[in-house]
C-alpha cells in the first residue's frame, strides 16, 4: 500500500491497481483547492467600528485632553492604523485638543475648512511648519493666523492641516509705558521686572531701565507666580520637559535659562514670536526674544531681583 500526502489529504490507493472513481478523484482535488485558497494572502481592510452602538452622534470624535490615538481607536473598537488612515494622520502622535476624527465605520465626515472671502488663501501645513513660520511666509501675524482659524494654542497645529490665511494683519502692540510704583532700590543696583498685565519685562540699573521687551507667560492653568524673587541658576542652554495637567513636554534647546522661582524661569524662545501681545503660551516660566534673552543673560548675574506682578 502506498500513501500519498496533499497537504493534510490522505489518498491511499493499492500500487498496480486501479486508480479511485472520477467522482472520488474530484472530491479530492476540490478539497485541495480549497486550501491552497485559504493560503493566499487578501489585501488587508481598514478597520470598521465594530460596536456601531459606541459610534459618536455624527461619526466624528473629538479629541479630549489626555486622549491618544491608540486610546481613541481603543474606544470605538477599531485599530489606530485604521482611524490613522480614515483621517489622513501621518504621524499617530500627532493629534491635538479639539482635532476631529472620523470613526471608521461610523458614517462621519469632517467639516471642511472656513470659507475664505477676498484676499485670504489656505495653507496646508507642511512637516516641520509652525504658527510663526507660516505667518513669516504670507506677512501677517501668528496671532491673526490662529484668530482667524479658531486656534487656542499656537503650539498645536498639525501635518495637512488647513489653515486660512487672513489678508491683513493686526496692528504691532505698542509698547506700554514704564511702570510705576517700582520697588525702590539703592543707586546703581540691577534688578527685573515682569508685568504680567502687559506682557512686558523690564531691567533696571537703579530707576533707570536700561533693557525691555514684550514676553509671553504663562497661559490658563500654567500662570506664572507672582511676587519678589532673584535668580538662582543659570543655565546657557537647556532641554526642558515637564508634565502637568494631563500633558507632558519636550523643547529641546532653550537658550540663555534664568531660573527665578523653582521650575519658572526667563529663557529665550524660539517656537514662536508673541511677544507683548497678550498672548499667554507657556507652562509658567517667561518667554523672551533670543536677542533679548541673550543679553539679559549676560547682564544680569545670579542673585537679581525679579518682581513679577500683575
Not at 12 to 40: D, E
Not at 124 to 145: F, H, K, N, R
Request: proline share 7%; hydrophobic share 40%; glycine share 12%.
Amino acid at each position: 500500500m502506498k500513501t500519498l500526502h496533499y497537504r493534510g489529504i490522505l489518498a491511499n490507493r493499492t500500487v498496480g491497481t486501479p486508480h479511485h472513481s472520477p467522482r472520488r478523484r474530484a472530491q479530492q482535488w476540490r478539497i485541495l483547492v480549497l486550501l491552497l485558497i485559504g493560503c493566499l494572502p487578501f489585501a488587508p481592510q481598514v478597520a470598521l467600528a465594530t460596536n456601531l452602538a459606541t459610534c459618536p452622534s455624527n461619526g466624528v470624535h473629538v479629541v479630549q485632553s489626555g486622549e491618544t490615538l491608540s486610546s481613541i481607536a481603543n474606544q470605538y473598537g477599531v485599530s489606530q492604523d485604521g482611524l490613522a488612515a480614515a483621517n489622513a494622520i501621518s504621524n499617530p502622535n500627532l493629534i491635538y485638543v479639539g482635532e476631529q476624527l472620523v470613526i471608521p465605520g461610523c458614517g462621519g465626515s469632517v467639516a471642511s475648512a472656513p470659507a475664505t472671502s477676498a484676499g485670504q488663501s489656505i495653507h496646508v501645513v507642511e512637516p516641520g511648519e509652525t504658527l510663526s513660520s507660516i505667518a513669516g511666509i504670507y506677512g501677517v501675524s501668528q496671532d491673526a493666523i490662529a484668530a482667524a482659524n479658531g486656534i487656542t494654542n499656537p503650539n498645536l497645529i498639525y501635518v495637512g492641516q488647513r489653515l486660512v490665511i487672513p489678508s491683513g494683519d493686526a496692528a504691532a502692540a505698542p509698547e506700554p509705558a514704564a511702570p510705576v510704583s517700582a520697588p525702590a532700590v539703592g543707586g546703581g543696583a540691577k534688578r527685573i521686572e515682569v508685568n504680567l498685565s502687559t506682557q512686558w519685562m523690564y531691567a533696571f540699573e537703579g530707576g533707570q531701565v536700561v533693557l525691555s521687551s514684550g514676553v509671553s507667560s504663562g497661559r490658563p492653568g500654567w500662570e506664572t507666580v507672582t511676587g519678589n524673587f532673584a535668580i538662582y541658576a543659570k543655565l546657557p542652554v537647556q532641554t526642558m520637559t515637564g508634565s502637568a495637567n494631563g500633558q507632558s513636554w519636550t523643547v529641546p534647546n532653550v537658550p540663555n535659562v534664568m531660573y527665578f522661582y523653582r521650575g519658572d524661569a526667563l529663557h529665550g524662545t524660539y517656537w514662536h514670536n508673541s511677544f507683548g501681545t497678550g498672548a499667554r503660551l507657556s507652562h509658567g516660566c517667561v518667554n523672551l526674544p533670543l536677542n533679548i534673552a541673550a543679553i539679559l543673560y549676560d547682564w544680569a548675574p545670579i542673585g537679581t531681583p525679579v518682581w513679577v506682578h500683575y
